[in-house]
């Protein structure tokens, strides 16, 4: 089944973005009533759709990895009031897509193994969604909005009770300013007595939702926010030394770990490269810096692209965690954009650094 899967998804794939577009179309065919949970612009939930399958196809073969990722899926599904019936035409229209794109190499036993790997993923969401007793979403009302610079804000929000996360997983929200486009994001703290959470949010090009958080987001807004998700994590009692790798806005999960160990005196060691383009990205330092100075544990290194900034090092995160060696010793974490995620793995993995020791989630753009 993983054979036919992957082989027969490779030869989709260089149509990814007609097989997302045919994929929908039939979807809101068999099922009409799904494309109210849908926004009126499909650009980028189009986009979305194609870094989940790569995901799934990614890990079709490592049970361990992908069952909890599709238990997670389940319950974050329930925000959208998804029932039985959309499961069914989801997978109608996601073996009729693969068909129709795959050609010659679409065989009767490739359609099995579709049917067969699809029913395996269903039926681990339908389970999850069905278990969570908790609330389908969470309320939760903007109560500061801050600018840094022209690209990114630093918004607050009051949930109106408190979210079950854990530091580095993220969340979904939905704003009033783009109604049905969610987007996922992670809280840059550790859960606090008063349940108030701080997101770091970029305005990425073509981001329709960041760019409207940052430039167009009001106090008293209330947002709607998804159960957590995510793998990146820092255990004390379990947790090798770990290295932590953050792109821009990426170091969220990070300062939400570090926040939280920092309630601790003994910790795990962490080393942390915290990496922009110019030193106005590396705005969150000054802060890690601070925290690093009463904790012996933890270690902060600002990684900059721009030439001559003092007391940074300078090249891509790719470049400078690798001058360092492998750190195979470390568990190792990553977050940014999935460029930044790409080439930094990419050079860990040439420089001998063990692929089950690095972590990182598939979502963290529009």
Wanted: no cysteine.
């Amino acid at each position: 089944m993983v054979r036919l899967v992957r082989e027969s998804f490779a030869v989709v794939e260089p149509h990814a973005e007609e097989v997302a577009q045919f994929f929908y179309g039939m979807l809101f065919t068999i099922e009409p009533s799904a494309r109210e949970m849908f926004p009126a612009n499909m650009q980028v939930q189009r986009s979305r759709l194609l870094r989940a399958l790569v995901h799934v196809v990614q890990m079709v073969d490592r049970p361990d990895d992908l069952v909890p990722f599709l238990r997670q899926l389940g319950r974050d599904h329930r925000k959208f009031g998804v029932i039985s019936t959309h499961y069914e035409a989801v997978g109608m229209a996601l073996i009729s897509s693969v068909k129709k794109f795959a050609g010659p190499a679409w065989t009767d036993d490739v359609e099995r193994a579709w049917a067969e790997a699809y029913t395996i993923m269903a039926r681990s969401m339908l389970d999850a969604a069905a278990g969570d007793e908790g609330p389908a979403y969470w309320p939760a009302e903007v109560i500061s909005h801050e600018r840094i610079g022209w690209e990114i804000a630093i918004v607050r929000v009051r949930p109106h009770y408190p979210v079950p996360y854990l530091p580095g997983q993220y969340v979904s929200v939905e704003v009033p300013q783009r109604p049905r486009l969610w987007r996922y994001l992670t809280p840059a703290n550790a859960p606090r007595a008063d349940g108030t959470i701080d997101f770091h949010i970029r305005g990425v090009e073509g981001g329709w939702v960041s760019r409207s958080i940052v430039a167009h987001a009001n106090v008293g807004d209330t947002w709607k926010m998804g159960p957590p998700m995510g793998r990146i994590g820092v255990s004390r009692e379990y947790s090798r030394d770990v290295l932590m790798v953050a792109g821009g806005t990426g170091v969220s999960p990070m300062r939400a770990i570090i926040d939280n160990l920092s309630q601790w005196g003994e910790n795990p060691h962490v080393h942390l490269f915290i990496g922009g383009r110019v030193a106005e990205d590396l705005y969150v330092v000054p802060a890690l810096q601070s925290i690093a100075a009463v904790n012996p544990w933890l270690t902060v290194v600002p990684v900059v692209e721009e030439a001559g900034i003092p007391g940074t090092e300078q090249g891509t995160l790719a470049d400078v965690v690798t001058r360092y060696g492998a750190w195979g010793d470390r568990d190792v974490l990553v977050s940014g954009s999935p460029g930044m995620i790409r080439a930094t793995v990419s050079r860990m993995l040439v420089a001998g650094t063990p692929l089950d020791r690095i972590t990182y989630d598939p979502f963290t753009v529009d």
